[in-house]
């Protein structure tokens, strides 16, 4: 059995990093592999349908790094530690594992890493797209309670609208004080 491992949210300013592991059935349908694709070239509303039906019909598991491991280990070693946590939540250990990016994270099984994987692999895609509707959902529930830095719609990133709320409002919990942005502002925690 053969997993495929992607993570969302190495350069958000706030927010959790979230990995997701998926094992694909050798039967999967025609009609949901086509839809399989790198999340970030799917909207929003194609994206959550795929994810729904891919939580429904496949096995998968989703792992995720806080912020304060973010700025504790550094975020390419918090993206490895929840990629490790969503192999562990999989209902089986895949004894392989294909891996987004070019670094491995310490997985106990083999792992090939393959650089845009998400646009090659399936199972990598799937992954994918568990993970950024799984991340964004998070962010637009923490942006409830922060509603000025714009999560909603931005998911942490550093658009225009999120810095020029952290220069007025100052960083809350959720926000990276290892990321330059945040850090070279030097804002009082809320």
């Known amino acids: 059995m053969v997993c495929g491992v ?5 350069g958000p300013l706030a927010g959790p990093v979230v990995a997701c592991a998926v094992c694909l059935p050798v039967d999967m349908p025609r009609k ?11 909207d929003r509303e194609e994206r959550e349908e795929v994810a729904l039906i891919l939580r429904e019909t496949v096995a998968f598991g989703v792992g995720m790094a806080d912020v304060e491991e973010i700025d504790r280990i550094n975020i390419l070693r918090a993206s490895h530690l929840a990629m490790l946590r969503a192999y ?21 099984c083999p792992i090939t890493c393959i650089i845009g994987g998400d646009g ?4 990598i ?18 942006a409830v309670a922060h509603p000025v830095y714009g999560w909603e719609t931005n998911v942490g990133y550093s658009t225009r609208d999120h810095l020029t709320a952290l220069k007025e ?4 919990p959720h926000h990276r004080r290892s990321f ?3 850090y070279e502002l030097q804002l009082p925690l809320d």
């Open 88 to 108: 562990e939540g999989l209902p089986s250990r895949p004894g392989y594992a294909l891996v987004d990016g070019n670094q491995p994270p310490n997985l106990p």
């Open 169 to 172: 409002h100052g960083a809350t």
């Open 32 to 42: 949901i592999t086509r839809r399989l694709k790198d999340s970030k070239q799917i």
């Open 180 to 182: 330059r942005p945040v």
């Open 120 to 123: 090659i692999s399936l199972s």
């Open 6 to 10: 992607d993570e969302v949210g190495r």
């Open 125 to 142: 895609a799937a992954a994918s797209i568990i993970a950024k509707v799984e991340r964004d959902k998070i962010m637009r529930e923490l």
